[in-house]
């Protein structure tokens, strides 16, 4: 073998070595040394409640109605699973979390859906304060006993909507 051809043998095998010690630093960096098993998740918006959200202290309570509320909501409360969102029109995670739920409702359909645009407060009347809004999009859960069983304030994916709905038949 020649000297030329030495040398390039080197410095691939060089170049394979740094790159060994690169991905294992990197996965050493990222708990890939451990013995454990690391996952690498998308980070999203989404609060549920228990975990500071507005809507803590509503889960597992019952809405107490007022003639300020809209009939739409009072009609069927107590009666029928609920799911209400407040969002702004044109937010990201708003579109997104409107066609979660379009995409699901044909799947429920005993189930109420009420959407009211944030900026519309005469549409809701008192319910974004009956049930301590945050910040849009948020999402509550009502089940048909009329007792709130989740409350979601941001990004909700399909999935995790579709089993928190599930879920919300349960009781």
Known sequence: MGRK?????????????????????????????????????????????????????????????????????????????????FYVTGGTDDVMVIENLNALTSSFRDYVFLAYDYKTPDAYGDLSALLDVGYPPELILIDREGIVKDVWNGYVDEGTLNQALVNLDRT
């Open 5 to 85: 051809a030495m040398a390039r043998r080197s410095r691939q095998q060089l170049s394979v070595l740094v790159l060994i010690l690169f991905a294992a630093t990197l996965l050493w960096g990222c708990g890939g040394g451990e013995d454990e098993t690391t996952t690498t998740s998308l980070v999203t918006t989404t609060v549920r409640s228990g975990s500071g959200s507005a809507g803590d202290d509503l889960i597992g309570q019952s809405v107490d109605t007022t003639e300020d509320t809209p009939p739409a909501f009072t009609d069927v409360y107590g009666e029928k699973p609920i799911v209400v969102l």
